[in-house]
């Protein structure tokens, strides 16, 4: 069962509620100006729409969805998406444009309620959302997939603020259905669910998340499933050089080369651990500590022979609880999903709307 936050979250100011409410309309106004006043910039859009039309045509073998860009490397909940963008848009730049920015609006909307709701930062630094030039670029000049599955995560987090845990995983999952590199926030989602969940709630839970990825995927996995799993979940794979956001400065051999990619890894896995032991989980007393007593937790299935254990690990659950603030939640993830960003080798511009 889902262990109830005792510590309650300050209720929000009504100066930061306005403030939200001007900056909402002002950028809904912002943004309508750039497609108006921007021309579009063809990057992926074409490449989205070669792929989907192929998947409509009734091909579903991912080793033959091409575009303009190369291979189709997103999961199934993509193509559902996009073949919906296609059949309102025709293909259309401006309608798909028009869609990206009510997808922007719907997304702003969701973020300005999460800080509205949770005291992570000051009302000043709300305005920082909308000062990106490139974040409105990202939406509706490049049409992105990446705009689908951040707003869909959002929505996510918003159910997971509410410790709503087996509905969020369900959205969780459907956000990578859009585009795999949601998994990022993958570890301390984790983390978060053993905190607020026993083991049989947490494995619940993840078969929901799992049960998505099997429903959308199906007609995929049904005819050539090696070819989709390794085209739609291959987290191995390597951009180009020259797109790279975070290591351009890398030579290009050393870039490419697997040593780095390992380094790479192991600096990914020592950030999170050592997040995990000093930050997200000091209340318990360490990652090691909070570990053992997850584990004495699915051994307490068999009281008669592990008694002893239940008053410790009930201590322990109660400790837990009551740091389960929107506020940690919130900054869990957004913490584990940045130390994932900075880690990452191949990160393009569109990674800002993360």
């Known amino acids: 069962m889902p262990a109830q936050s005792v510590t309650q979250s300050p209720p929000p100011s009504n100066r930061k509620i306005r403030f939200a409410v001007y900056q909402f309309f002002a950028d809904a106004i912002l943004v309508f100006l750039v497609i108006a006043g921007v021309s579009y910039t063809k990057i992926d859009w074409d490449a989205y729409m070669s792929q989907v039309s192929g998947f409509l045509k009734g091909e579903r073998d991912?080793?033959?969805?091409?575009?303009?860009?190369?291979?189709?490397?997103n999961p199934a909940g993509f193509l559902y998406v996009f073949s919906a963008f296609q059949y309102y848009t025709a293909g259309q730049v401006y309608l798909a444009q028009v869609l990206f920015l009510i997808l922007y609006i719907i997304n702003l909307a969701i973020i300005l309620f999460i800080y509205v709701k949770t005291d992570v930062v000051p009302s000043w630094a709300i305005c920082l959302l909308s000062l990106s030039k490139r974040i409105h670029s990202i939406f509706?000049?490049?049409?992105?997939?990446?705009?689908?599955?951040?707003?869909?995560?959002?929505a996510a987090l918003l159910l997971l603020m509410y410790r709503r845990w087996n509905?969020?995983?369900?959205?969780?999952?459907?956000?990578?259905?859009?585009?795999?590199?949601?998994?990022?926030?993958?570890p301390p989602l984790l983390l978060l669910l053993l905190k607020a969940m026993d083991i049989s709630g947490v494995l619940l839970a993840l078969a929901g998340a799992a049960l998505v990825q099997i429903l959308l995927g199906l007609p995929f996995l049904v005819s050539y499933p090696v070819a989709y799993i390794s085209r739609a979940f291959n987290l191995g794979r390597v951009f180009v050089h020259f797109?790279?956001?975070?290591?351009?400065?890398i030579p290009e051999p050393i870039f490419l080369s697997k040593g780095f990619a390992i380094f790479l890894l192991g600096a990914h896995l020592t950030l999170l651990a050592s997040f995990a032991h000093y930050r997200w989980l000091r209340h318990?007393?360490?990652?090691?500590?909070?570990?053992?007593?997850?584990?004495?937790?699915?051994?307490?299935?068999?009281?008669?022979?592990?008694?002893?254990?239940?008053?410790?690990?009930?201590?322990?659950?109660?400790?837990?609880?009551?740091?389960?603030?929107?506020e940690y939640i919130v900054t869990t993830l957004f913490v584990g999903n940045f130390i994932g960003i900075i880690c990452a080798r191949s990160l393009h511009y569109q990674f800002y709307s993360w």
Request: aromatic letters at 14%.
């Open 62 to 73: 991912y080793r033959k969805l091409e575009g303009d860009t190369g291979p189709l490397v």
């Open 140 to 154: 509706v000049l490049r049409l992105f997939n990446d705009c689908v599955a951040v707003t869909i995560f959002h």
């Open 167 to 186: 509905l969020g995983l369900i959205v969780f999952s459907a956000a990578v259905s859009i585009k795999v590199d949601v998994l990022l926030y993958a």
């Open 243 to 249: 797109w790279s956001v975070n290591f351009k400065f």
């Open 284 to 326: 318990e007393g360490g990652l090691l500590n909070f570990l053992r007593t997850r584990f004495v937790s699915l051994r307490l299935r068999f009281p008669l022979l592990f008694s002893s254990y239940s008053k410790k690990f009930s201590k322990s659950s109660s400790s837990s609880s009551k740091v389960l603030t929107k």
